[in-house]
């Protein structure tokens, strides 16, 4: 036996390790360009999607089928893809999905895709998860039955996550030193996550096979949380159908996420002795847990909900335009294109969206002092304005008291997990020594 050093490329993975900074990157380029010498490549026109979003995909012709040879050199392709897709590649995962189908008579009719049948019309099932921030498992996989609705497509794909995430929970407690909770599953498709809430069978759903119910039996037991999140949003998007290069390239930055996003939000009137409201942001870089965060009270009296809330995001503003520059100097390679994309701020208060968002002044809001009024040179620029619901806002346990159900789910968000009972005492006990209202 032989010691041959510290390893560097093995199976076609490239793998460096900083023991300094404790980390371990695993690459497979060197990989990709063995694969462009070896089926001449090399003068490929550069694209920027695996595929084509507007690319009419046909059944292939009599006549069309390729050779033996060709045919040998197709599955040799698609092999090697499907490899890089398994290693560190999941953003490829619906397109070699889709080369697969016809590794038997693939066609010749179209140099990018040599064959693909259209009239199956089944749906595919895609899901990847994430851990601190980057993609650990992924899968995109044509259904095994034809689905009559949208609604019952997507509620097949999350009985299918829901098993992979059964398996991931039993990986992770053996090799990590914390007890996992219940794992989160965002889904952009709010029939199917009432389907899975809802133990009622009804006529539109009495024909799905009985099988993909057990997903149903987790949401109940709290194994699993099924919750909401826009289409635009959605990860797995990417591993069931082609999508433009803006879109592709947002999700694609998401599964191995450094993206900056903050949540802001007031407390309107909350101190009963001078009426000011109460500040509260949050700022996160992808899953990970929060950054930086602040809460104090208003500098003045606000007039409405919506001038507090506008207020608390003009201070929110303020910190993304810090932050993103902090991140410029890291070296952060999202942050040092001067074209970046805005940062998302998510904020429960639609009024207060229209208001930062509109330029003219009116009755409501001409007293407003003006230095809070520079958001609106930022909007569409470092920031971007999305709604979200009050119940998953964040912010929110920073500028009021919350119930027990309420506080616990946004510290889960937070990623505080360790001693908070502990905390949460000696929080509760302070709270005694003071004079109560």
């Known amino acids: 036996m032989e010691d041959m050093g510290e390893i560097a490329y093995l199976l076609g ?3 460096s390790r900083n023991r300094a900074r404790r980390q371990l ?11 462009v010498a070896k089926y001449n490549f090399a003068g490929m026109r550069p694209v920027h999607t695996p595929m084509d979003n507007n690319l009419h995909l046909v059944v292939a012709l009599e006549g069309e089928v390729l050779s033996s040879a060709q045919i040998k050199e197709y599955q040799s392709i698609v092999g090697s893809l499907m490899y890089l897709m398994l290693g560190t590649r999941p953003d490829i995962a619906y397109s070699v999905s889709r080369l697969s189908q016809y590794l038997a008579a693939p066609s010749g009719g179209d140099e990018n895709v040599l064959g693909y049948s259209t009239d199956t019309r089944r749906s595919t099932s895609g899901f990847v ?13 044509r259904q095994t039955s034809t689905s009559l609705s949208t609604a019952e497509a997507e509620y097949i794909a999350l009985a299918e996550c829901a098993k992979e995430a059964l398996w991931l929970k039993g990986v992770l407690s053996e090799v990590l030193p914390i007890k996992l909770e219940q794992m989160t599953v965002f889904e952009d498709n709010q029939a199917a996550i009432k389907l899975a809430s809802n133990p009622v069978h009804h006529q539109r759903t009495k024909h799905i096979d009985i099988r993909y119910h057990f997903l149903r039996d987790l949401v109940a037991d709290e194994k699993i949380s099924l919750r909401y999140i826009d289409t635009k949003s959605m990860l797995a998007d990417a591993l069931t159908k082609p999508l433009p290069r803006p879109l592709f390239d947002n999700l694609r930055t998401g599964m191995a996420n450094v993206t900056l996003h903050g949540y802001s939000d007031a407390d309107w009137g909350n101190n009963i002795i001078d009426r000011r409201s109460i500040t509260g942001y949050l700022f996160c870089i992808g899953n990970a847990g929060r950054v930086t965060w602040a809460l104090k009270r208003q500098p003045t009296i606000a007039l409405s909900s919506t001038e507090a809330e506008y ?3 003009s201070f929110a503003t303020q910190e993304t335009i810090w932050l993103r520059s902090l991140l410029k100097e890291l070296q952060i390679p999202e942050y040092l294109d001067k074209n970046a994309r805005p940062t998302t701020i998510y904020e429960d208060n639609q009024s207060c969206i229209l208001l930062a968002m509109n330029p003219v002044h009116h009755a409501h809001t001409k007293h407003i002092d003006i230095r809070h009024h520079f958001i609106r040179d930022h909007v569409d620029k470092e920031i971007h304005l999305e709604y979200s619901p009050t119940a998953d806002m964040v912010a929110d346990s920073l500028t009021k008291h919350l119930p027990t159900p309420a506080s616990k789910y946004h510290r889960d968000n937070m990623c505080i997990k360790h001693y908070d009972n502990i905390v949460a005492s000696m929080t509760q006990a302070s709270m005694t020594e003071l004079p109560n209202e």
Request: zero cysteines.
């Open 311 to 313: 207020m608390a995001l």
């Open 25 to 35: 990157t695993i690459g497979q380029k060197r990989y990709v360009d063995d694969l």
């Open 13 to 15: 993975l490239q793998i």
């Open 129 to 141: 998860f994430l851990y601190n921030n980057a993609a650990i498992a992924w899968k995109s996989q």
